[in-house]
Structure formats: C-alpha cells, structure tokens
T-cell receptor
Framework: NAGVMQNPRHLVRRRGQEARLRCSPM?????VYWYRQLPEEGLKFMVY????????ESGMPKERFSAEFPKEGPSILRIQQVVRGDSAAYFC??????????FGPGTRLTVL | GQSLEQPSEVTAVEGAIVQINCTYQ??????LSWYQQHDGGAPTFLSY????GLEETGRFSSFLSRSDSYGYLLLQELQMKDSASYFC?????????FGTGTKLQVIP
C-alpha cells in the first residue's frame, strides 16, 4: 500500500557494519510488523510492535537484531555487525481494523 | 508451532482456471488470508476467510474448510499479469505466519 513507507529502498553494507531500516506506517496506524524474505522464499515474521511497545518478538534472532517504534517517528529495525546471511528483503506492514495487512515496498539489504 | 504448506509452482494457460491449495497446522485459528506478490514487489492482500465456505472477489475466490485444515485460492479467467507468487497466511492482529508460497506462471 502506497501509504506505508520504507527507506532506504536499497541498502548496501559491508560485513560488520550496522544497518538501519525505517518504516513509517500509514497515518493513524499504530501497529507495525517486520518480515524478512530471503530470495525465492516466503515471508518470515520477525517482530510486532505498537507505539513504544514490543508485543511479539518471537521471530527475531537473539543477537544483533533489535526493533523499536518510538512515540514520535518511524519504526526502526536495526541489524548490528551484519553478515552475508542477513542479505534479504525486509518488509514492514501495518494493520487496522480487520485482517488485511498493508505492506511497504521493502528494503533490499545487500551485505558484501 | 504453526506451518502452512503450499505447492511450490503451478503453471496454467491464459484464460483458464487455477487452484492453489494451502494446508495448515496451527495452534488456535484466526482465519486464513491470501496475498499476491509480484517479483520485486510488496505483498498485497487478496482475501480473507474466517469461516468455512467460499468468498468471492471478482476473478479471485478463496475457500476454507476448518475441519480439514485446508483452504484454496481460485483464480478464474487467468491473465498474464496474474503471474506472481501467492501466499496463504494465518493470523490477524497477533503474529502472522505465511505459507511457503506458490509461484504461478501463466503462459499464452
């Protein structure tokens, strides 16, 4: 959905660097989901946040990955000390009433 | 745990009808959704079934049988633009689990 914005759309990092991915949900939407998609694979749930709260982070790797959704500003997915296996498309999505998730265009992360 | 299985690939002829199946194992049930994703694009919502039966939206229909833990997406009057990956998904406001995905190729 055009209302969900993600930036950057493409991000290149060298091994060991940090990656910061941003997601701005549609105005008035206070729920954010992050997913990872490896090439030719499905979407893997990572984390579900509401404003200032992590609701479910059961899909997040225990190390190097963190997410936040502050009171003001976008949701941030942060990957520290990136490795080649982190190369993937990262999508965020929002949901309002009902069961339809609205996805952003994604950030394609490439780790060299 | 939760898992949703789909055939990996399906090929169909333009103008035909194709059915994409989804079998699931979940702890609790919160409805079955379907999403379409073109190469390089974002997933877009197609349909949702909370109860057994058929839901129709234009050329697309989705069916659910909770007793069989099974659903399918039916695409009619296939068009070349329908070539994409299709995912079933389970969950709503809480954690959403996506199926393995089916790559549909529509041929002339």
């Amino acid at each position: 959905n055009a209302g969900v914005m993600q930036n950057p759309r493409h991000l290149v990092r060298r091994r060991g660097q940090e990656a910061r991915l941003r997601c701005s949900p549609m105005k008035g939407h206070s729920h954010v989901y992050w997913y990872r998609q490896l090439p030719e694979e499905g979407l893997k749930f990572m984390v579900y946040l509401q404003k200032e709260n992590i609701i479910d982070e059961s899909g997040m790797p225990k190390e190097r990955f963190s997410a936040e959704f502050p009171k003001e500003g976008p949701s941030i997915l942060r990957i520290q000390q990136v490795v080649r296996g982190d190369s993937a498309a990262y999508f965020c999505a929002t949901i309002e009433a009902g069961n339809e998730q609205f996805f952003g265009p994604g950030t394609r992360l490439t780790v060299l | 745990g939760q898992s949703l299985e789909q055939p990996s690939e399906v090929t169909a002829v333009e103008g035909a009808i194709v059915q994409i199946n989804c079998t699931y194992q979940t702890s609790g049930f919160y409805g079955l959704s379907w999403y379409q994703q073109h190469d390089g694009g974002a997933p877009t919502f197609l349909s949702y079934n909370a109860l057994d039966g058929l839901e129709e939206t234009g050329r697309f229909s989705s069916f659910l049988s909770r007793s069989d833990s099974y659903g399918y997406l039916l695409l009619q009057e296939l068009q070349m633009k329908d070539s994409a990956s299709y995912f079933c998904a389970h969950g709503g406001y809480q954690k959403v689990t996506f199926g393995t995905g089916t790559k549909l190729q529509v041929i002339p």
